[in-house]
């Protein structure tokens, strides 16, 4: 199965290429979508620096990307190892970044992964297989308030404790294996009166704690602006409150840190702006777009600009 072409493809690169040799960095591979645009795009002697954690990914994107050989180095590594990646593959800066930080469709679509409420499939949840964490570890062994916290907080979910009381009253007499078992017990707990599936928020909520996904933006989003060279870019794509939420109040921090009281005229804490925040409100897809892609309604990109 191929992927999907990335959401804001034509936004991502009108704002990330520039007519002159340039270090981009592609911290979130997948299937190599927007990588393969830098790489079309961009000046001959341009260089991108590709990670992901997902094996099947990276033999994808590989083999896409194969034509560009040369133009390229792909990692496998998590992005909020990108300073590690960059001095690997030799550089101390870099002149562009980016990070897509929804789930591939193809990761979505691929059974054995257990991402989806819709799909039959072993409960697993992680990006890279390798880790020992599932989210069948964490509904069949975490105490019923740590399932609850967990739904509450990476899914915003106001009926987690009812869901996690229902997760443990299940697991009692058998362990809960399945993708739709899960789904299952969560519609029995909450009911199906609501637009949306009633399990996606828990299912939001496990995958993020899976592979501790915002604690990973945090360290990378900080680690980025390190590594950009004066009047280098971060792009970011979002897809859900909690990350865009983050994203946002980082680059304003990074626009303005200074926390003196605001009646003192001159300031005396000495934080000075990192650059420029270059979306005021985030970029979203258009109704073209929208037509093509259903999972392209919550996509947010906002960009930072590293002063000089």
């Known amino acids: 199965m191929d992927y999907h072409l990335p959401v804001l493809y034509e936004e991502v690169l009108e704002n990330i290429i520039e007519d002159k040799d340039l270090i981009y960095m592609d911290c979130t591979l997948g299937g190599g979508g927007h990588s393969y645009g830098i790489l079309e795009r961009s000046t001959t002697n341009s260089k991108l620096i590709a990670i992901d954690q997902d094996d099947n990914a990276i033999e994808y994107a590989s083999k896409r990307l194969e034509k560009y050989k040369g133009k390229f180095m792909i990692f496998k590594n998590n992005f909020e190892n990108l300073d590690v990646v960059s001095y690997l593959a030799g550089y101390d800066k870099v002149d562009r970044i980016l990070m897509d930080i929804g789930v591939s469709s193809k990761q979505f679509d691929d059974d054995s992964r257990g991402f989806s409420y819709r799909k039959e499939a072993r409960l697993?949840?992680?990006?890279?297989?390798?880790?020992?964490?599932?989210?069948?570890?964490?509904?069949?062994?975490?105490?019923?308030?740590?399932?609850?916290?967990?739904?509450?907080?990476?899914?915003?979910?106001?009926?987690?404790?009812?869901?996690?009381?229902?997760?443990?009253?299940?697991?009692?007499?058998?362990?809960?294996?399945?993708?739709?078992?899960?789904?299952?017990?969560?519609?029995?707990?909450?009911?199906?009166?609501?637009?949306?599936?009633?399990?996606?928020?828990?299912?939001?909520?496990?995958?993020?704690?899976?592979?501790?996904?915002?604690?990973?933006?945090?360290?990378?989003?900080?680690?980025?602006?390190?590594?950009?060279?004066?009047?280098?870019?971060?792009?970011?794509?979002?897809f859900h409150s909690l990350e865009d939420r983050m994203v946002k109040e980082k680059f304003r921090n990074f626009e303005n840190p200074c926390e003196c009281p605001r009646d003192i005229p001159v300031c005396v804490c000495?934080?000075?702006?990192?650059?420029?925040?270059?979306?005021?409100?985030?970029?979203?897809?258009?109704?073209?777009?929208?037509?093509?892609?259903?999972?392209?309604?919550?996509?947010?990109?906002?960009?930072?600009?590293?002063?000089e």
């Open 124 to 238: 697993d949840m992680r990006m890279d297989t390798t880790k020992e964490l599932t989210a069948h570890d964490v509904v069949n062994k975490f105490s019923e308030k740590e399932i609850a916290d967990i739904l509450y907080r990476y899914g915003e979910e106001p009926k987690s404790r009812k869901i996690a009381r229902y997760i443990v009253e299940y697991r009692k007499n058998k362990s809960i294996d399945t993708t739709i078992e899960l789904a299952d017990i969560v519609i029995k707990a909450i009911g199906k009166s609501m637009k949306k599936h009633p399990a996606k928020r828990t299912f939001q909520a496990l995958r993020i704690y899976v592979n501790r996904e915002l604690e990973v933006l945090d360290k990378a989003i900080d680690k980025a602006i390190e590594l950009l060279n004066p009047n280098g870019r971060l792009l970011i794509i979002t």
């Open 270 to 307: 000495g934080k000075k702006s990192l650059g420029k925040v270059l979306t005021r409100k985030p970029i979203i897809s258009t109704e073209d777009e929208l037509k093509e892609n259903n999972r392209a309604h919550s996509a947010k990109l906002r960009i930072f600009i590293k002063g």
